[in-house]
């Protein structure tokens, strides 16, 4: 199972959420691999407040979440991937300093940007998009305060809801996604928004398309959440 792609750190990252997304198994070779790729990009040129660097590829065609969502600029491609890199390690789960260390610098350093000039429990970001990952960051088990944080960002999230199961600012489907992993009665509450939506992508007929079938797939764990 191919999991670096060192052209991309967002091909990586797509390959390590797919691998965790259908539960398939990770030798330690494959994590260990993964993991030090990942690692050697903390901090480096154009990465976001030292979290780990995309590639020249990644800002050259921004890439897409793992929902299909087209990631819009070079910050918000720096951002959001610097924060699924930190998820991915975590997950990996390597024993090893080489992941442990980069890990801790990228946080030291995110955490440094994250609360300059705002509360140290702040669970919005900057935009809908970055916010999302953010979370998934968080609901990971990533940098501080997390359950406060959560319930501080939902807040602001159940403010955008735009009275159509949907939010204003935020992508729906990367939205949802993270929402599925935030264990607050908060994410329950707007997956029970979302379900009338949630319930029509079900429906929707089976297409070949792979965010397709990760959207319907999700949209299905939301609804046995709710």
């Known amino acids: 199972m191919k999991l670096v792609h060192d052209h991309s750190l967002a091909a990586t990252l797509d390959a390590i959420n797919a691998a965790f997304f259908d539960g398939r198994k990770l030798t330690k070779a494959d994590r260990a691999k993964a993991a030090k790729w990942i690692a050697a990009r903390q901090g480096l040129e154009r990465s976001y407040a030292g979290l780990f660097a995309p590639t020249d590829y990644d800002y050259a065609h921004w890439p897409k979440t793992f929902t299909g969502e087209k990631i819009g600029s070079n910050a918000a491609t720096g951002h959001i991937l610097g924060e699924e890199a930190c998820r991915a390690l975590i997950l990996l789960d390597v024993d090893a300093r080489y992941a442990q260390d980069a890990l801790a610098r990228a946080t030291e350093s995110f955490l440094g940007r994250l609360n300059a000039g705002r509360p140290r429990t702040a669970g919005f970001y900057c935009c809908g998009i970055c916010t999302a990952s953010f979370w998934r960051h968080l609901a990971a088990g990533g940098l501080d305060r997390q359950e406060k944080r959560l319930a501080n960002g939902l807040k602001h999230l159940q403010a955008e809801r735009d009275g159509q199961g949907r939010w204003r600012r935020f992508p729906f489907h990367y939205t949802v996604w993270a929402l599925g992993e935030i264990d607050l009665p908060a994410a329950r509450r707007e997956l ?35």
Request: glycine content about 0%; proline content about 3%; hydrophobic content about 45%.
């Open 192 to 226: 029970r928004y979302a379900a009338p939506v949630l319930e029509r992508v079900v429906r929707r007929r089976a297409d070949a398309d792979e965010y397709a079938r990760r959207r319907r797939r999700i949209a299905e764990l939301a609804l046995a959440r709710c």
